[in-house]
């Protein structure tokens, strides 16, 4: 796979405890709710976007979801506005997730560009100041797979990254458990060159606001540079670990791309390649297919050495993503519908297949699935 159809992909998808004795003055007296939260070995449970197989992306709708579903974390994929404020989408493209493309008023604002290796011809979100988005509403991105969710469509704003914080600081307290934040920050090469670098800003955000400053926040990318810039600054701390996102391809991440550099993803995911990741941080979040690939026929299957080389490293293993859909699981775990089918039962069996290979956490776009499948 070249790295310009990688990337175009990719622009398409025991911790609590430490955190426990500060976490809990920063919420409510009442023990955490999530098993994780109490300090068990039970693996984490990431919500995707949210709730992002019943609400649309990225909106407080799809993280309320996913919190009264029992996720662990949330996550918020991080890009910045023209006027430098950090928001929640997936790309810096807007058009698959917003209704800018019925905006008269921003017809003018279409145009083109290559981020990660892919050009879109469309609007962008660095075109526009964050009063500007904020006239827009989210739409579902996968209305064909997710009418349930596409019915929603219109009714909710984009949010910003401080907007999120307060939001889970208000539902931890109304719950009395941890809800974790696991933000990334996204094509921070593409932002850095227009002017628009996401780092700094979201340090300062982190450190403005009481509830990261004491609670659960893991912080992803898929670049190296970022990450390694984030550890300098903030170094270890109980309630923060770094998140290196990786596939197993012999493609480049694009910071080491813009440099000139020739280390790949499927270097990365070496036991050399592990050991160096776990220099600067903590986690690796492989694609779900690298620790159990399918066969030719669709079927799940044997486990790579993938989970234990990590581990042998010193570093978690979280995967992305797990969606109940048949059109995503492994033919073993479909139902009888089409692709655009839910088989909930299917899709908790399948991640118990993975379970069963060590992982620490998961990402998953229905957590009350993935809640279902570490109950079970």
């Not at 909710?156 to 600081?169: G, P, R, S, W």
Request: aromatic letters at 8%; one cysteine or more.
């Amino acid at each position: 796979m070249s790295e310009m159809k990688l990337h175009a992909r990719l622009s398409r998808r025991g911790f609590l405890a430490a955190a426990g004795a500060t976490a809990g003055s920063a919420l409510l007296p009442a023990a955490p709710a999530s098993a994780a939260a109490q300090g068990t070995a039970r693996p984490l449970v990431f919500g995707h976007r949210g709730a992002s197989a019943l609400r649309p992306e990225h909106t407080l709708a799809a993280y309320a979801k996913a919190i009264a579903d029992g996720a662990d974390y949330i996550e918020p994929d991080l890009v910045s506005t023209r006027d430098g404020v950090l928001v929640a989408r997936h790309d810096a493209y807007v058009n698959e997730t917003t209704d800018v493309a019925t905006r008269p008023e921003f017809a003018s604002r279409k145009t083109r560009k290559t981020i990660d290796g892919e050009t879109h011809e469309g609007w962008f979100v660095d075109d526009f100041t964050l009063a500007e988005l904020k006239t827009l509403r989210a739409i579902e991105r996968l209305p064909q797979l997710r009418p349930q969710s596409a019915s929603y469509n219109g009714m909710f704003q984009i949010v910003t990254f401080e907007e999120i914080i307060d939001f889970v600081a208000a539902q931890a307290a109304t719950q009395g458990r941890v809800i974790g934040i696991v933000p990334e920050l996204k094509s921070s090469t593409y932002f850095s060159s227009v002017g628009l670098p996401l780092e700094e800003r979201f340090l300062s955000i982190l450190a403005a606001h009481e509830y990261t400053r004491r609670n659960p926040v893991e912080i992803q990318s898929f670049e190296v540079s970022n990450l390694k810039y984030m550890r300098g600054k903030l170094g270890q701390r109980a309630n923060l670990r770094l998140m290196q996102l990786v596939v197993n391809e012999p493609v480049r991440p694009m910071d080491v791309a813009k440099a000139g550099g020739t280390l790949t993803y499927r270097q990365m995911c070496t036991p050399a390649g592990l050991r160096d990741i776990a220099a600067y941080a903590d986690v690796v979040a492989p694609p779900t297919r690298a620790i159990i690939p399918l066969n030719k026929d669709g079927t799940l299957g044997s486990p790579t050495s993938l989970v234990e080389d990590a581990h042998r490293a010193g570093l978690r293993v979280e995967p992305w993503t797990f969606r109940p859909e048949n059109h995503f699981l492994a033919a073993e775990f479909r139902s009888d519908g089409g692709p655009a089918a839910r088989h909930e039962a299917g899709s908790i069996a399948e991640m118990q297949r993975y379970l069963a290979t060590g992982i620490d956490g998961f990402f998953t776009d229905d957590p009350a699935l993935g809640r279902a499948a570490i109950g079970a």
